[in-house]
């Protein structure tokens, strides 16, 4: 089965310095793999997609992931952090089973708190 | 990108009683859509596909005759709770994805947070 985990359930960070939010992926064959961000009480929104290509991906909002095959992970970061990127964090990898019509499968979710 | 639009943001009911959740893609078709149940402060759980014009899949665990799950064309995807439970309450978000599966990324409904009292 396709699955991804988020080892840290909150990450804190200052204002202005870089921030990372872990992801690692299980999968058979090649991950397509997703990063989504919920402000509360409300719907995801896409922050950016590695499907092939270039192992680093930029996203919306400043954010970028890097692809790394040989660590199974796909760690989301931003070089310098604002106030407002506070939110919940989800990464998701694809179920290429097509019985389950490709569904997202996400992990626990990150909780980012940037302090002024 | 795409929009999804979930109707309605919030809704308070009975025990008992019924509820009925939209989900309509705004600018694209989908053949499928996705029905997820989020706790507080917990990831997301899929629940269902939605199938426009066959029976949605379920996932295991969840019962289909207490969300009926219908896709009625293909911009337009509803959950009904039906006799709606305390143990029911929760954020539910419906999704769809673009088109080029498998490699277009899902977009999301506002979410539903429903309380049952």
């Known amino acids: 089965a396709q699955s991804v985990a988020q080892p840290e359930d909150q990450v804190n960070v200052a204002e202005g310095n870089p921030l990372t939010v872990k992801c690692t992926y299980s999968?058979?064959?090649?991950?397509?793999l997703f990063w989504y961000v919920q402000y509360p009480n409300r719907g995801l929104q896409f922050l950016l997609k590695?499907?092939?290509?270039?192992?680093l991906v930029k996203g919306s909002y400043g954010f970028e992931a890097e692809f790394n095959k040989s660590q199974t992970s796909f760690h989301l970061k931003k070089p310098s952090a604002l106030v407002s990127d506070s939110a919940l964090y989800f990464c998701a990898v694809r179920d290429l089973n097509s019985n389950s019509g490709y569904a997202l499968n996400f992990g626990k979710g990150t909780s980012l708190l940037v302090t002024p | 990108g795409a929009v999804v639009s979930q109707h309605p943001s919030w809704v308070i009911c009975k025990s008992g009683t019924s509820v009925k959740i939209e989900c309509r893609s705004l600018?694209?078709?989908?053949?499928?859509m996705f029905w997820y149940r989020q706790f507080p402060k917990q990831s997301l759980m899929l629940m269902a596909t939605s199938n426009e014009g066959s029976k949605a899949t379920y996932e295991q665990g969840v019962e289909k005759d207490k969300f009926l799950i219908n896709h009625a064309s293909l911009t337009l995807s509803t959950l009904t709770v039906t006799s709606a439970h305390p143990e029911d309450s929760s954020f539910y978000i419906c999704s769809a994805p673009g088109q080029g599966l498998p490699n277009t990324e899902a977009f999301f409904g506002q979410g539903t947070r429903l309380t049952v009292v």
């Open positions: 999968v058979s064959g090649n991950p397509y």
């Open positions: 590695y499907i092939t290509g270039d192992n």
């Open positions: 600018d694209f078709q989908a053949t499928t």
